[in-house]
């Protein structure tokens, strides 16, 4: 039930969505230049690398040593709007459609994290990540990293159709809300450094 409630949501998803995404793809276009969509390795259940696809939020920008910029210099103001709005994550819907992603899961987070979760943190990786995730209701990036990974475990151990049902309903009204967007003195979530013991 659970798939096939995300074929059916993501494939409406973009249909009904699709002057917004065409809009957004002109906007970026205009503002950032190419690529419009920014991709990214992430993994997946089990751990399994996957290709990610969101809307660019960031302009390339590096310090004289070639280093790219923090995420603060390279987030151009239609960047925030993209992601207070969570309008970024919206391409991921074709995620959900490849079966990489599901609506609802623990977030995919970066391939370097990999190793430095601990065994418990890693059961995040038991399920399909997700666009919205019980975490992303409960603080998103205001809370912090192990408070994160306990809720993205306590889904994994209690996860319902209803649960997620309940979930996307609940992201909306965060979405509206713009609550969480960022941590605090950051401009999205601080880098994961690991806590194994």
């Known amino acids: 039930m659970k798939r096939i409630m995300d074929i059916l949501g993501a494939m409406l998803g973009l249909l009904f969505l699709s002057p917004i995404l ?6 970026i ?5 190419t690529p419009v969509l920014f991709r990214q390795v992430r993994p997946g259940k089990h751990g399994k690398p996957f290709e990610m696809v969101k809307f660019r939020t960031m302009r390339d920008a590096n310090d004289p040593d070639g280093k790219p910029l923090a995420d603060s210099e390279r987030l151009t103001n239609l960047g925030r709007f993209l992601r207070a709005s969570s309008l970024d994550e919206l391409p991921e819907l074709w995620n959900v459609i490849t079966g990489d992603m599901s609506l609802v899961g623990p977030r995919p987070l970066l391939m370097e994290y990999l190793p430095l979760y601990s065994a418990n943190q890693a059961r995040r990786h038991e399920v399909l990540p997700g666009i919205t995730g019980w975490a992303q209701i409960n ?3 205001a809370i912090s990293w192990d408070e994160k990974f306990e809720l993205d475990v306590w ?5 319902t159709l209803w649960l997620d049902l309940k979930i ?16 605090k003195g950051e401009a999205t979530m601080s880098k ?5 013991p």
Request: proline share 0%.
């Open 22 to 27: 065409l809009l957004l793809f002109w906007k």
């Open 29 to 33: 276009r205009q503002k950032m230049g």
């Open 139 to 141: 603080g998103r990036n």
């Open 155 to 159: 889904y994994v151990e209690n996860r």
């Open 168 to 183: 996307i309903w609940l992201t909306i009204r965060k979405v509206l809300k713009r609550d969480g967007i960022s941590a």
């Open 192 to 196: 994961f450094t690991g806590n194994r």
